[in-house]
């Protein structure tokens, strides 16, 4: 029951996103696109990834992040079964 998210819409908020030039410019623009919930949300499942990438337990994940067992266990299996976007980006931070 997945729905396409490759719509008309959302390549024109990638391209938005795109756009942005610094992290000054990206938080001007998320904090007006998304609530703070929304973000702190977002910004902890890359934490997630980040430790789980690093092979921590999934309790000191919980533990430093505040994030439930289910999002820990969502993270993981996007990491493990997903389109492999956490790992290039992942990979071009370790270049940069």
């Known amino acids: ?3 396409n998210i490759r719509t008309e ?5 990638f391209e938005a996103i ?3 030039e610094n992290k000054e410019e990206c938080y001007l623009f998320f904090e007006d696109v998304c609530t703070i919930n929304e973000l702190l949300s977002l910004s902890q499942r890359f934490e997630v990834a980040k430790m789980l990438r690093e092979r921590k337990t999934y309790l000191e994940i919980a533990e430093k ?3 439930s067992t289910a ?5 993981n299996r996007s990491l493990n079964y ?3 976007g956490y790992e290039m980006v992942f990979n071009r931070l370790k270049e940069s």
């Open 9 to 13: 819409a959302v390549d024109k908020l």
């Open 1 to 3: 029951m997945s729905k």
């Open 82 to 84: 997903g389109n492999d």
């Open 18 to 20: 795109l756009s942005l």
């Open 65 to 67: 992040t505040g994030a």
């Open 71 to 75: 999002t820990i266990s969502r993270v």
